[in-house]
């Protein structure tokens, strides 16, 4: 799983009366519009969808508290689980009583699914592993954002020791090129000044299409067809999939945003092997140097686990290492999480007392390698995509608060005078 999980629930009404509310990663806010739009055509209402995250244990309790608080707070309303956590064990869902209907990651957006019906029962969850075609009901963008989301890859073929996404996602899948050109090209013309390419394991993207084009060659494609399209932004990626093609589209075009986020996970080798990982902290460390010499100005960031099981206090010590020797700006710090019926599980753990004192240690180290990329944007003038009134972001993925005004979704001239909070700050030109 290359996405980051976003820990704080969002939350997405639609005009019919309908919430969708998501757990987890960009993925997940992305099908909870598809689900928005679908419950709005479908004209329901009353109904409360949670759209969960199966990552860590912590996403899946959060869920579940999320889902009785509501039933506390709306008696009358239907309530409908989706999502991973619900893909993977829909009995658990479904035994809670508050629960009106389950829904497994392929059913979720599509039509009807949420109107109720006298048959089906209260679980509907379908085989994960036989779905053969990403999502049939794509988006046209992520409302009341400054950017738009294009889903063109789902699932993932890997199966790293520590995780249960791939139960949930099934195998990889990925969307038609021309199919995804006409609909950045359909969104460029509405008027989106950046897109984001998102997926489970995106660099995966053509390896079951014919011909298996690579996803350098996708973005080439894009940038050349739909050339009034400001910006292009990839989600996370593997770094052990990154193809040359895609490093030469770095290395050529300004368009393509300087902001890679890594999927590292650590940077001990014995961890990496149990992980069962494609990469070693030498072939990250490659990687960074190789796209820093055609793309000076890219930043990076990193998915990282602390307290994976048999990680020794040298082992985590390449870890902490690796944020300054990397160069790594920002990072997503996650306490290992075992998730029953992954290898991960089975193995020797470090006590939770260690692993929570890693992991803000890793924070920390993350805290003040934010600092210094941020002490080298000042003085610096900088194009910012302006997510709300006085919030942007570079395009490096810097946040910049600035003075002075500028339209949401627009993109801007900012100068760079400080910083605060994990933040630029900066003034309108």
Same mark, same amino acid.
């Given at each position: 799983?290359?996405?980051?999980?976003?820990?704080?629930?969002?939350?997405?009404?639609?005009?019919?009366?309908?919430?969708?509310?998501?757990?987890?990663?960009?993925?997940?806010?992305?099908?909870?519009?598809?689900?928005?739009?679908?419950?709005?055509a479908d004209g329901v209402q009353g109904t409360i969808?949670?759209?969960?995250?199966?990552?860590?244990?912590?996403?899946?309790?959060?869920?579940? =508290?999320?889902?009785?608080?509501?039933?506390?707070?709306?008696?009358?309303?239907?309530?409908?689980?989706?999502?991973?956590?619900?893909?993977?064990?829909?009995?658990?869902?479904?035994?809670?009583?508050?629960?009106?209907?389950?829904?497994?990651?392929?059913?979720?957006?599509?039509?009807?699914?949420?109107?109720?019906?006298?048959?089906?029962?209260?679980?509907?969850?379908?085989? $994960?592993?036989?779905?053969?075609?990403? @999502?049939?009901?794509?988006?046209?963008?992520?409302?009341?954002?400054?950017?738009?989301?294009?889903?063109?890859?789902?699932?993932?073929?890997? %199966?790293?020791?520590?995780?249960?996404?791939?139960?949930?996602?099934?195998? !990889?899948? !990925?969307?038609?090129?021309?199919?995804?050109?006409?609909? /950045?090209?359909?969104?460029?013309?509405?008027?989106?000044?950046?897109?984001?390419?998102?997926?489970?394991?995106?660099?995966?993207?053509?390896?079951? *299409?014919?011909?298996?084009?690579?996803?350098?060659?996708?973005?080439?494609?894009?940038?050349?067809?739909?050339? @009034?399209?400001?910006?292009?932004? *990839?989600?996370?990626?593997?770094?052990?999939? /990154?193809?040359?093609?895609?490093?030469?589209?770095?290395?050529?075009?300004?368009?393509?945003?300087?902001?890679?986020?890594? !999927?590292? =996970?650590?940077?001990?080798?014995?961890?990496?092997?149990? &992980?069962?990982?494609?990469?070693?902290?030498?072939?990250?460390?490659?990687?960074?140097?190789?796209?820093?010499?055609? %793309?000076?100005?890219?930043?990076?960031?990193?998915?990282? $686990? @602390?307290?994976?099981?048999?990680?020794?206090?040298? @082992?985590?010590?390449?870890?902490?290492?690796?944020?300054?020797?990397?160069?790594?700006?920002?990072?997503?710090?996650?306490?290992?999480?075992?998730?029953?019926?992954?290898?991960?599980? %089975?193995?020797?753990?470090?006590?939770?007392?260690?692993?929570?004192?890693?992991?803000?240690?890793?924070?920390?180290?993350?805290?003040?390698?934010?600092?210094?990329?941020?002490?080298? =944007?000042?003085?610096?003038?900088? &194009?910012?995509?302006?997510?709300?009134?006085?919030?942007?972001?570079?395009?490096?993925?810097?946040?910049?608060?600035?003075?002075? =005004?500028?339209?949401?979704? !627009?993109?801007?001239?900012?100068?760079?005078?400080?910083?605060?909070?994990?933040?630029?700050?900066?003034?309108?030109?």
């Amino acid at each position: 799983m290359t996405e980051a999980a976003d820990p704080h629930p969002q939350v997405a009404e639609t005009s019919a009366g309908a919430r969708v509310i998501t757990f987890g990663c960009r993925l997940n806010a992305y099908e909870s519009e598809q689900i928005r739009a679908r419950a709005e055509a479908d004209g329901v209402q009353g109904t409360i969808v949670f759209n969960t995250c199966a990552v860590t244990g912590e996403a899946v309790r959060q869920a579940r =508290q999320a889902i009785r608080k509501a039933r506390r707070e709306n008696p009358d309303a239907r309530l409908v689980v989706t999502g991973c956590a619900a893909q993977i064990d829909p009995a658990a869902f479904a035994a809670m009583p508050e629960v009106d209907l389950v829904l497994g990651n392929a059913e979720k957006a599509a039509p009807g699914a949420l109107v109720p019906q006298a048959e089906g029962g209260r679980v509907r969850v379908n085989d $994960i592993m036989s779905l053969r075609e990403t @999502a049939p009901h794509l988006a046209d963008g992520l409302k009341d954002r400054a950017r738009a989301y294009v889903e063109i890859q789902n699932g993932c073929d890997h %199966r790293c020791t520590f995780c249960i996404i791939p139960y949930g996602r099934g195998n !990889s899948r !990925s969307a038609a090129a021309g199919e995804i050109v006409e609909r /950045i090209g359909r969104l460029a013309a509405e008027g989106w000044n950046e897109i984001v390419l998102t997926g489970v394991d995106l660099t995966s993207w053509g390896a079951d *299409l014919p011909g298996s084009p690579s996803l350098g060659q996708l973005v080439a494609r894009i940038l050349k067809l739909v050339p @009034a399209l400001p910006r292009l932004r *990839l989600s996370s990626i593997d770094a052990a999939e /990154i193809d040359p093609d895609l490093m030469r589209v770095l290395a050529s075009e300004p368009r393509l945003m300087p902001y890679l986020h890594l !999927s590292l =996970q650590a940077g001990d080798d014995m961890i990496l092997k149990r &992980m069962k990982r494609r990469h070693l902290r030498a072939d990250a460390l490659k990687l960074i140097a190789d796209v820093r010499a055609v %793309r000076p100005d890219v930043a990076f960031g990193a998915d990282l $686990i @602390a307290g994976f099981p048999t990680e020794t206090d040298e @082992a985590f010590a390449n870890t902490l290492a690796l944020v300054e020797e990397a160069g790594l700006s920002f990072l997503h710090v996650f306490p290992f999480s075992p998730r029953p019926g992954t290898p991960a599980a %089975r193995m020797p753990p470090v006590a939770r007392a260690v692993v929570k004192a890693r992991a803000a240690r890793l924070r920390a180290a993350g805290d003040l390698a934010l600092a210094r990329h941020l002490d080298r =944007q000042i003085g610096r003038t900088v &194009m910012g995509l302006v997510e709300r009134h006085g919030l942007a972001r570079a395009e490096d993925f810097t946040e910049i608060a600035f003075t002075g =005004q500028a339209d949401p979704g !627009s993109i801007a001239a900012l100068r760079i005078t400080g910083q605060d909070q994990g933040r630029s700050l900066a003034f309108v030109l």
